[in-house]
């Protein structure tokens, strides 16, 4: 059973920054697309970043895009999200989670596995 365990949110001024992380275990980590995705409340579910089974290549939402660097370290079965620039437009709950394969990557459908999420909250 693949587990997902997501980290280091907390509350941060406009401007700040914060590091998540998301340490996996019961799947062969380095072998799946990662993926980022942010729910703010009453809203949908929204994709954030992804990378890579080897993290060669990355992919941010055009509201991130800039400010936030998503990446893993196979070794250690964890990915990251460096979260720079922080705006109060970006508190959410923050999902890391894990591929079902290499399509739909920008979207919840894309993922079969999820953390339980971490709030990040963003004060003006």
């Known amino acids: 059973q693949v587990q997902l365990v997501e980290s280091g949110g907390g509350l941060v001024q406009a401007g700040g920054s914060l590091r998540l992380s998301c340490a996996a275990s019961?799947?062969?980590?380095?072998?799946?697309?990662m993926g980022w995705f942010r729910q703010a409340p009453g809203k949908e579910r929204e994709f954030v970043a992804r990378?890579?089974?080897?993290?060669?290549?990355?992919y941010y939402a055009d509201s991130v895009k800039g400010r936030f660097t998503i990446s893993r370290d196979n070794a250690k079965n964890t990915v990251y999200l460096q979260m720079n620039s922080l705006k109060p437009e970006d508190t959410a709950v923050y999902y890391c989670?894990?591929?079902?394969?290499?399509?739909?990557?920008?979207?919840?459908?894309?993922?079969?596995?999820w953390g339980q999420g971490t709030q990040v909250t963003v004060s003006s």
């Open positions: 989670a894990t591929a079902r394969a290499g399509t739909y990557l920008e979207a919840t459908r894309g993922y079969d596995y």
């Open positions: 019961g799947r062969t980590f380095s072998r799946y697309f």
């Open positions: 990378i890579s089974w080897s993290g060669d290549s990355t």
